[in-house]
């Protein structure tokens, strides 16, 4: 085989494999990691040992994390994201999930989650909920107490309480570990050369100073 053909074929089953794949299927039922793994920040979930099996109990299984909302940021916003390095049960399933609380007027800034769709359950309150495609076209609208909105895997979505008492919000991710991008931090706080924002977005100097002032982190 010709070097660029080997290149090519490379080149597609990388894209292959990164286009399918998602969190692989569990090979056992569960796998509480061994905390002494998991607690010394050099091994997380992915590699480290499972507890064993008659050390495992109903509490491991359980969370009492998002019982009340988190810190609110200045925006009116507390989110309390639960994956595996604080709720050991959720590892090796695919899944996690985040209690979102917005206070009147708040907002969850555009964001994106790299790694999985999220469904988002308005628990209480009236948020205008949105997502945006990647042909630019929004789909938003407001969503009450027992609604349900999903957002697809990747896509940068928003949230703003636009009724008169808190929003509470429950959101499910197919990830264990989804990520998240917040648009403003990404862009302003990231440290990304202040010439290539001015030149990006149409700012002067100034103006890109402020917003990295605003948003860094
Ligand atoms: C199981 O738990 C007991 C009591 O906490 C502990 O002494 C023991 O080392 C644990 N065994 C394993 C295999 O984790
Ligand atoms: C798990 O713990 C049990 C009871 O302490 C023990 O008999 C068994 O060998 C342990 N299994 C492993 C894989 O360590």
């Given at each position: ?71 609110f940021t200045?925006m009116g916003f ?24 917005l206070n009147?007027g708040g907002v ?110």
């Amino acid at each position: 085989m010709s070097q660029k053909m080997t290149v090519l074929l490379v080149f597609f089953l990388f894209h292959f494999y990164t286009t399918t794949s998602s969190d692989p299927d569990p090979v056992q039922d569960f796998c509480i990691p061994e905390p002494k793994h998991g607690s010394q920040g050099t091994v997380r979930f992915i590699g480290s040992a499972c507890k064993n099996i008659s050390n495992v109990t109903v509490d491991d299984f359980v969370f009492d994390g998002i019982r009340s909302p988190g810190n609110f940021t200045p925006m009116g916003f507390a989110g309390l994201s639960v994956n595996p390095t604080i709720f050991p049960g959720l590892n090796t399933l695919g899944m996690s999930f985040v209690r979102a609380d917005l206070n009147v007027g708040g907002v969850n800034v555009p964001h994106l989650h790299p790694r999985a769709t999220e469904i988002a359950f308005v628990i209480e309150g009236m948020v205008y909920s949105g997502f945006v495609d990647s042909m630019n076209r929004v789909f938003a609208k407001v969503i009450r107490k027992g609604e349900v909105m999903v957002f697809p895997k990747g896509l940068v979505h928003f949230q703003m309480n636009v009724g008169d008492s808190t929003a509470t919000i429950f959101g499910s991710f197919n990830s264990q570990n989804p990520g998240m991008e917040r648009i403003p931090i990404a862009i302003f706080g990231s440290g990304i050369k202040g010439e290539l924002l001015e030149k990006a977005f149409g700012l002067n100097a100034r103006e890109v100073e402020m917003l990295r002032r605003k948003f860094n982190p």
